[in-house]
């Protein structure tokens, strides 16, 4: 397998080009309701616009992922980007980390010196990793398929290789969201992963408690079945038709910006203002 060395390196043009379309964004009219049934509110939007085009540090990212060591992986006929940061602990385990959708490495750039180096923030040596952070295919820095069947198999499978090339004959993982589904498959595929970790497990209900629902059980079917009619909408459309909805994601800035932080708002504690979970970052 061929790994090479990866830095992200931003050309100025492209920051140009997005602060261009951020200024030539067109809006649709106002929400006829005072909340966020209808989606995104407009003038959220458009002070998130604003300030994305003029406040944000554009280096900002781009700093921070490159004070980790990045690489890119030929795997399957698909360059796979990861970071891999080995802990200073001769006794660590290996530990590779799938995020989901709508994320990127990004999520772990916080907890990644705390699982390679805990030591040095207040735990115990016995409890390092050795991290690996793919990005799934399509995403980040990874390449993107040029042909269908890049499913969860597969991407489980790319992943399973990976800590191969790396050395690691037995390791653990982790996911969530859509990382939940490659690491699950990752276990099913490869006696080499030890075990995981789960932050999303999906689980149909028994007969009996279908038909006899505890409180609790009652509570979390009227969540799903809000979701079904409130916020499944996103993954009909990516799921049944990506091209489509691609068109508006790649070519308007603003247009991906309302389809990702409505997810802050429906998925995080952030008591119905995304505001909550963005600030702290």
Not at 33 to 51: E, I, M
Not at 107 to 117: A, G, R, S
Request: glycine letters at 8%.
């Amino acid at each position: 397998m061929d790994i090479q060395l990866f830095s992200v390196a931003v050309a100025q043009q492209q920051i140009d080009d997005l602060k261009l379309r951020l200024s030539l964004a067109r809006y649709p009219e106002h929400e006829t309701v005072s909340d966020w049934s209808q989606g995104v509110p407009l003038d959220y939007l458009r002070t998130l616009a604003d300030y994305w085009q003029n406040s944000y540090d554009m280096q900002r990212l781009q700093t921070r992922l490159n004070a980790l060591p990045q690489f890119i992986a030929d795997i399957d006929g698909l360059d796979i980007h990861f970071i891999h940061v080995r802990s200073p602990e001769p006794n660590a385990r290996p530990l590779i980390l799938s995020h989901g959708w709508p994320g990127s490495v990004v999520e772990f750039l916080k907890v990644i010196p705390l699982l390679t180096d805990p030591a040095a923030h207040g735990g115990d040596a016995a409890d390092a990793f050795h991290v690996v952070c793919p990005s799934l295919p399509g995403f980040g820095f990874s390449g993107k398929p040029t042909a269908s069947g890049w499913g969860v198999p597969r991407i489980a499978g790319a992943f399973a290789q990976l800590m191969a090339a790396l050395g690691y004959s037995a390791y653990f993982a982790q996911g969530g969201d859509w990382g939940s589904a490659v690491t699950t498959n990752l276990a099913q595929q490869d006696p080499h992963c030890r075990a995981i970790h789960l932050n999303m497990v999906p689980a149909r209900p028994t007969a009996e408690q279908a038909a006899n629902p505890t409180d609790a059980e009652k509570v979390a079917f009227a969540a799903l079945q809000y979701y079904r009619d409130w916020d499944s909408g996103y993954s009909t459309q990516q799921g049944t038709r990506p091209q489509t909805i691609g068109y508006s994601l790649v070519d308007s800035p603003t247009g991906l910006l309302a389809w990702i932080v409505e997810t802050y708002w429906a998925w995080t504690d952030s008591d119905g203002n995304p505001e909550n979970v963005l600030s702290k970052d």
